[in-house]
């Protein structure tokens, strides 16, 4: 019985290569006085990930070269050195992208699959529907009758964001790539449009879609979206910052000629409110999420959809994959 | 007698030019009932006239071909054929470019000289502070102790701006146009330091300036001076945006590759808040305003300065002028 992990083996530069990363086969750790050896049974795959393979300056410290990637992970435990935490318990924790960890026992919190399939601790009811809820009610403050856009809108943040802005009597305007995503984000998550980025003609189509304008944009995409996106902006619209996935692997600027000031020019003649955020900003709102969007869960109102890739040994594909939006869903690696 | 006004001849392309404006002399006009003949003492000029003389959408229209150009004025009532206005009376009224207009009585409002200069009313007693006053304590909240920069700082806005952070406690860095206005700007203003935009090492000369970062920046300049600040904000700064000076002229987008993905990054991972407003949007905190900034004057604690230009003839060149920043304190023109 070993311990297999992958490990940052280099910094990309651009796009994430194979030989960025390293996959190792190492003795299984063991616990400590109040520790518990948990075993991987999800992982979650995030776009933020790829910021964390960056040197330099960010809200959270990159991840070291030699070092496992971090991940928050379910986990399930079999060994335990604390009465609070029994064998067979499962957890969140923070094992990162390996089979094992050793976690503080007061730092891992239990999980009851009798209200919710786990995997939705990683997913809707975890950090990427906490995202979602957070940056909508709070920067978007979606009013009846108001159009919202949502970039990403099959990913794990945007399908709870337009569903979430549905509840609040919204038109909801999704874009994503491909017409199977966009298929699904009608039909299944009951958007009232949703448009393909790789049209030739978007801005024509998402000017079509939007006859009133837009009064929220949840931005996690940036890219030529953000540009189909802003002349539509109507007076006092508000764009949460949440990503911006269509830079995270840019080496270089668009050779385009500097768009700032449009950008300055819009925000300022339309009385914009740009506001970015990160998830932790609104802990406190955890326990009002949960309670809200279960809810939702449970009454229809709010679906969602896993994409599950098996073995550690797919792990850096499958995150290759997500920053290109081969994922349809939220993105889990099984153990 | 006769009255002299400037119209809008032809829309400026890049930097108004003296041919795109037409000096006529017409007819005194007439007022009809309930309106009241005025005529004008002061003329105030600001950047956002620039703005109207573009076609196309905006918050405001634009200035048609033909058509006086607009401005708000103190002008002293002549003829009146109105019950609640009387001829003597210095009311505060829309004349625009010219000498003489005809306003609906209902329309102007009465200024009393013995409380304050009536020309203040068009300065650090009207729009321009309200703008100030508004934009920096509704958007920018500035905390004690936190550091608040503002661009054209020796301006009829960037002034007030600074001297009100001040109040609250901030340190407070200006950035102006060359050592006389940055002289002015801390001596006289009490700013803890002003830059000069001219040097070559602006964004050097900031971060010494700021060694803590930056919590609110004031912006109503855009091109280079922003260039310099976004770098240096702060987790959760906050930024008014009030104003583009540097781009007003601007016919083509600066050749540098686009910056827009480095401004939604920045955005995004320091929790940024860009909000733009108008003054409009905050009229309803005008009592507030003139009664807090004008016990602030009274006490010392805010200072204005007035740049006043005579004659109708010289209203073009003053124009001219005050978009390349060689006004020193509010622009106005007496007739």
Redesign the interface.
């Known amino acids: 019985m070993s311990n297999h992990r992958i490990v940052l083996a280099s910094r990309p530069k651009g796009e994430p290569l194979a030989e960025n990363f390293r996959l190792e086969e190492v003795a299984i750790p063991v616990p400590g006085d109040g520790e518990v050896l948990a075993k991987t049974i999800f992982l979650s795959l995030d776009p933020y990930m790829r910021?964390r393979m960056n040197d330099g300056p960010?809200?959270a410290p990159p991840v070291q070269i030699d070092a496992v990637m971090g991940a928050r992970t379910v986990s399930e435990v079999v060994a335990s050195n604390s009465p609070d935490v029994a064998v067979g318990d499962i957890v969140l924790c923070d094992a990162g992208w390996q089979e094992y960890t050793v976690a503080d026992a007061k730092k891992v919190q239990k999980l009851d699959p009798s209200v919710a399939p786990v995997s939705t601790s990683l997913g809707v009811l975890g950090m990427p529907g906490l995202t979602a809820y957070t940056g909508l009610l709070n920067i978007g403050q979606p009013k009846e009758g108001e159009t919202v856009v949502v970039a990403a809108a099959a990913g794990a943040v945007g399908a709870i964001v337009g569903q979430i802005a549905k509840i609040k009597g919204c038109c909801v305007v999704g874009i994503a790539g491909g017409p199977e995503k966009c298929e699904y984000v009608v039909k299944e998550l009951g958007f009232d449009a949703c448009l393909d980025h790789k049209s030739a003609t978007l801005a024509e189509d998402l000017k079509a879609a939007c006859p009133k304008g837009i009064d929220v944009y949840f931005?996690n995409v940036?890219?030529k979206v953000?540009e189909a996106v802003l002349p539509l902006f109507n007076?006092f619209a508000r764009i949460p910052?949440?990503?911006?996935i269509a830079?995270y692997n840019?080496s270089?600027?668009?050779?385009?000629?500097?768009?700032?000031?449009?950008?300055?020019?819009?925000?300022?003649?339309?009385?914009?409110?740009?506001?970015?955020?990160?998830v932790s900003?609104y802990w406190s709102q955890y326990g009002d999420f949960q309670r809200e969007v279960s809810g939702w869960i449970r009454d229809g109102r709010v679906k969602y959809r896993e994409d599950v890739v098996e073995g550690i040994g797919n792990t850096v594909a499958a995150f290759q994959g997500l920053l290109k939006g081969k994922n349809f869903g939220k993105l889990l690696v099984k153990m």
């Open positions: 910021g960010s809200y931005e940036g890219g953000f007076p910052v949440c990503g911006q830079n840019a270089e600027l668009p050779p385009q000629p500097d768009r700032t000031p449009i950008l300055l020019a819009a925000i300022l003649t339309k009385r914009l409110t740009f506001r970015g955020f990160i900003d």
